[in-house]
């Protein structure tokens, strides 16, 4: 039973460009969420997406916008990438129920210069 | 809006017992959990308290008081693999899963 998969799992981008990260959630999970995390600091929650649509948002510019497809997988896209930008992106599933872990992949690692 | 504070280091000796406290402020809670993250990999949920108490799994235990918003992990007979960054995250009164993380606290096992 796979797990959470995300890819690439390292990025490296230009100031000013676009990016494109993708997620696919832990079987029988529907609901996906995308978290940012810098180094040495905790993952902060950017959005979550339910039903192909953005069910919650956190504290994150317009920059950043996503997709969630019928087979449940996720995108993130990061527009006008700043140097700040540079983090590792989480993506997690879970069943939406309001007791169940949040199941995280990998992460992508991505770097702008 | 929610705040979570957790020590930022700790150090303790193989074989011993630490607890890596958690406190938290915020405007709803349905339930707190810890999750373990070595450096570069995924965190790993290891607890869920949602009613005040303990909750034990093996070598590690999680203690919950909701009228301080305060919260333990308790991690037993410490191994060097036990290194790794601790995050304390609360989930809201949103009716979601989205989860609030604190900044985590990094174990650092010695022989």
């Known amino acids: 039973d796979a797990g959470v998969t995300q890819s690439p799992t390292h990025l490296i981008k230009t100031r000013g460009q676009q990016v494109t990260l993708r997620c696919s959630p832990k079987?029988?999970?529907?609901?996906v969420s995308w978290y940012q995390q810098a180094l040495g600091q905790g993952p902060q929650f950017i959005f979550q997406?339910?039903?192909?649509?953005?069910?919650q948002r956190g504290n994150f510019p317009d920059r950043f916008s996503g997709h969630q497809f019928p087979n449940y997988s996720s995108e993130l896209n990061v527009n006008a990438l700043l140097l700040g930008d540079s983090a590792l992106y989480l993506c997690?599933?879970?069943?939406?129920?309001?007791?169940?872990?949040?199941?995280f992949g990998n992460g992508t690692r991505l770097t702008v210069t | 809006g929610q705040n979570i504070d957790q020590p930022t280091e700790m150090t303790a000796t193989e074989g011993a017992i630490v607890q890596i406290n958690c406190t938290y402020q915020?405007?709803?809670?349905?339930?707190l959990f810890w999750y373990q993250q070595h450096a570069g990999e995924a965190p790993t949920f290891l607890s869920y308290?949602?009613?005040?108490g303990l909750e034990e799994k093996g070598r590690f235990s999680s203690f919950l008081s909701r009228s301080k918003g305060y919260s333990y992990l308790l991690l037993k007979e410490l191994q060097m693999k036990d290194s790794a960054s601790y995050l304390c995250?609360?989930?809201?009164?949103?009716?979601?899963?989205?989860?609030?993380f604190g900044k985590g606290t990094m174990l650092l096992v010695s022989p």
């Open positions: 997690a599933s879970s069943t939406g129920n309001r007791h169940s872990p949040l199941h």
């Open positions: 079987s029988g999970h529907d609901t």
């Open positions: 997406y339910y039903e192909e649509e953005e069910r």
């Open positions: 915020t405007s709803g809670f349905n339930g």
């Open positions: 308290n949602v009613l005040d």
């Open positions: 995250a609360v989930r809201g009164n949103s009716g979601y899963s989205t989860l609030t």
